[in-house]
Antibody
Framework: EVQLVESGGGLVQPGGSLRLSCVAS????????MNWVRQAPGKGLEWVSY????????YYADSVKGRFTISRDNANNSLSLQMNSLRAEDTAVYYC?????????????WGPGTLVTVSP | DIRLTQSPSSLSASVGDRVTITCRAS??????LNWYQQKPGKAPTLLIY???SFQTGVPSRFSGSGSGTYFTLTISSLQPEDFAVYYC?????????FGQGTKLE
């Protein structure tokens, strides 16, 4: 069974840092591209970052570029998101999502999410 | 960035109704359009990818159509479990943007 489980969320002050993790199981993690997507309370979905299977192709939303860093450890089936210089507007549930090998990229499995709250 | 505009933003419907949600892209994206369903407190689930292809396990009452800049998601006969929020998403180019969502209630 495919599973993605995020962790590392919590309460952090503005300007602080947090590192999110996503542990994958039930599939060959190293074969798949991955995304981070977030959702502010009561709001819609916002794509945050992408990483390819080898970890050498990475993209970010403008809203997080220069502050967030995505990475992966294929040996340990894990995806990470290092978040620095956090702002109140970064408050959201953060989801990791798998990208299946298809002509048109999509996100076929999502983790349950981890809540990040940025507040004094 | 590619802007996706969904309509309506909310929709009142009843069990058994046929409903259609539209998603318009601000530029041509061929068929790089996906649809997701999200229920309260849960992660989104993939319904339709590449505008018209069914994700495994999705009931056949869901269907997608369109290409270019205009796309639709249709539910042929609403079931109680279909009341949720629906999002379209483009994967033509980063940033991978989502529509604002349509709440089906």
């Amino acid at each position: 069974e495919v599973q993605l489980v995020e962790s590392g969320g919590g309460l952090v002050q503005p300007g602080g840092s947090l590192r999110l993790s996503c542990v994958a199981s039930g599939f060959t993690f190293s074969y798949y591209e991955m995304n981070w997507v977030r959702q502010a309370p009561g709001k819609g979905l916002e794509w945050v970052s992408y990483i390819n299977d080898g970890g050498n192709s990475i993209y970010y939303a403008d809203s997080v570029k220069g502050r967030f860093t995505i990475s992966r450890d294929n040996a340990n089936n894990s995806l990470s998101l290092q978040m620095n210089s956090l702002r109140a507007e970064d408050t959201a549930v953060y989801y990791c999502a798998r990208v299946p090998r298809r002509t048109v990229a999509c996100m076929d499995f999502w983790g349950p999410g981890t809540l990040v709250t940025v507040s004094p | 960035d590619i802007r996706l505009t969904q309509s309506p933003s909310s929709l009142s419907a009843s069990v058994g109704d046929r409903v259609t949600i539209t998603c318009r892209a601000s530029q041509h994206i061929t068929n790089y359009l996906n649809w997701y369903q999200q229920k309260p407190g849960k992660a989104p689930t993939l319904l339709i990818y590449a505008a018209t292809s069914f994700q495994t396990g999705v009931p056949s009452r869901f269907s997608g159509s369109g290409s270019g800049t205009y796309f639709t998601l249709t539910i042929s006969s609403l079931q109680p479990e279909d009341f949720a929020v629906y999002y379209c998403q483009q994967s033509y180019i980063t940033p991978y943007t989502f529509g604002q969502g349509t709440k089906l209630e």
